[in-house]
C-alpha cells in the first residue's frame, strides 16, 4: 500500500489543450519534481513524450511572459507558476490564453493583443531631435509618480485573457492598452496626448472598462491596470 501511494504521488496526471479553435484536451502522465514548474511540465511533455506538442517560451525567468497559459482555469507565467501552488489533487490542466486565436496547441496569436496598443496609440511621440538637449523626467514628479508601476507592463498577455470585457465585445483595447496609453498620457515628453485621449476616451475604450479588477488581481508583476483605466476615465471626463 505505501508503494501504491508514493508511486501516485510521484507523478502529475495532466491535461493539455490540443489543436486550434476546435481542439481537445489530451491527457499525459508526467514525473513529479521538486521546485518544478508548470513550464516545467509542458517542456517534460514536449520532449519527452510528444514532441508535436506547441507551446512558447523564452526567458524562463519571469522576464519576458510569453510562457502565459491558462492553468487550471486561470491565467499564469508558467515559468513562475510551480505545480506544488497549483495542482489539484495531482492534477493539472493547460490552456491556451483566452481570448486571442489560438494557433496550434497552448501557442496563441497575439497580433491582436499588440494591434490594440496600437489603436490606443501606445507609440511615443516626440518633437525633439538628437540636436536637442537630452530630455528628462524628474523621478519626483506627479505624473511619473502616477505611473511608477504601470511602466512596468511587459506585455505578456494575462490581463487581456482574463478580461471579461475582451471577451464580452472583441473591440474592446483591453487592459494592457490602456495601462499604456496611461503611461504615455503622463510624460511630459509626449505631443500625441490629444490623439491618445481621443483614441482611448470612447465605449471601445476606457469607458468600457466594467472595473472587475480581474487584470490587476492577476497580473504576474502585481500592477494595477484598473488604477491606470480610472486615470483614463479621469482624464475623459
Same mark, same amino acid.
Given at each position: #500500500? ?5 508511486? !501516485? ?38 520532449? &519527452? ?12 525567468? +519571469?522576464?519576458? +511572459?510569453?510562457?502565459? #497559459? ?62 536637442? &538637449?537630452? $530630455?528628462?523626467? &524628474?523621478? !519626483? ?10 511602466? !512596468? ?20 483595447? +483591453? ?5 499604456? $496609453?496611461?503611461?504615455? #498620457? ?7 496626448? &490629444?490623439?491618445?485621449? !481621443?483614441?482611448? +476616451? ?5 469607458? $468600457? ?25 479621469? #482624464?475623459?471626463?
Amino acid at each position: #500500500m505505501t508503494q501504491a501511494i508514493a508511486t !501516485e504521488a510521484s507523478v502529475v496526471k495532466v491535461r493539455v489543450w490540443r489543436g486550434k479553435e476546435q481542439g481537445e484536451y489530451q491527457a499525459y502522465e508526467v514525473p513529479r519534481q521538486p521546485s518544478q514548474t508548470v513550464l516545467d511540465i509542458v517542456t517534460y511533455i514536449q520532449r &519527452e513524450i510528444d514532441p508535436s506538442l506547441s507551446y512558447r517560451f523564452a526567458c524562463r525567468v +519571469g522576464v519576458c +511572459g510569453s510562457c502565459a #497559459m491558462v492553468v487550471n482555469g486561470q491565467a499564469r507565467w508558467t515559468c513562475r507558476t510551480h505545480v506544488d501552488k497549483v495542482a489539484q489533487d495531482g492534477e493539472i490542466e493547460i490552456a491556451p490564453l483566452r481570448n486571442l486565436p489560438v494557433v496550434k496547441d497552448l501557442v496563441t496569436d497575439m497580433a491582436p493583443f499588440f494591434d490594440k496598443w496600437a489603436k490606443a496609440k501606445g507609440q511615443f511621440q516626440g518633437d525633439t531631435t538628437r540636436h536637442d &538637449e537630452f $530630455a528628462r523626467v &524628474e523621478p !519626483e514628479s506627479k505624473q511619473r509618480q502616477a505611473v511608477d508601476l504601470a511602466i !512596468e507592463c511587459i506585455g505578456c498577455g494575462v490581463c487581456y485573457s482574463s478580461c471579461d470585457v475582451v471577451s464580452w465585445r472583441p473591440d474592446y483595447l +483591453g487592459p494592457a492598452a490602456l495601462n499604456r $496609453a496611461w503611461t504615455l #498620457m503622463n510624460d511630459v515628453r509626449d505631443t500625441g496626448k &490629444e490623439d491618445r485621449l !481621443e483614441a482611448v +476616451g470612447n465605449d471601445a475604450g476606457c469607458l $468600457a472598462c466594467h472595473t472587475h479588477t480581474s487584470c490587476t488581481e492577476l497580473c504576474p508583476k502585481q500592477l494595477s491596470p484598473t488604477a491606470s483605466i480610472a486615470g483614463l476615465k479621469r #482624464m475623459v471626463r
